[in-house]
């Protein structure tokens, strides 16, 4: 089983920055694509970021892109998420994910794996 770990959240203002870190697991991680979800209370999970296992393929949600940017490094075994300008609708639990999957018919997505999530609170 991969396992996956979050670990940069915090409390912070309004325009500054964070960096999101997701460890990995496993020697197949390389070879999954890898995302970011978060999900407010009150609102249904978003996926904010994907990024193909070669990096090749990017996708942003409009609601961040500008501003955050999707990385990782496989020989590290390492996703990130650059997270620039935040702003206060940016809080959220923030969940790393790997292999992800369009859901059949929605087009939602879900994934294999899970990390256990990391808080984000951007303050006015």
């Known amino acids: 089983q991969v396992q996956l770990v979050e670990s940069g959240g915090g409390l912070v203002q309004a325009g500054d920055s964070l960096r999101l870190s997701c460890a990995a697991s496993g020697r197949t991680f390389s070879s999954y694509s890898m995302g970011w979800f978060r999900q407010a209370p009150g609102k249904e999970r978003e996926r904010v970021a994907h990024i193909s296992w070669k990096g090749d393929i990017i996708y942003y949600a409009d609601s961040v892109k500008g501003r955050f940017t999707i990385s990782r490094d496989n020989a590290k075994n390492t996703g990130y998420l650059q997270m620039n300008s935040l702003k206060p609708e940016d809080t959220a639990v923030y969940y790393c994910?790997?292999?992800?999957?369009?859901?059949?018919?929605?087009?939602?997505?879900?994934?294999?794996?899970w990390g256990q999530g990391t808080q984000v609170t951007v303050s006015s």
């Open positions: 994910a790997a292999r992800l999957r369009a859901v059949g018919g929605t087009g939602a997505y879900e994934a294999d794996y």
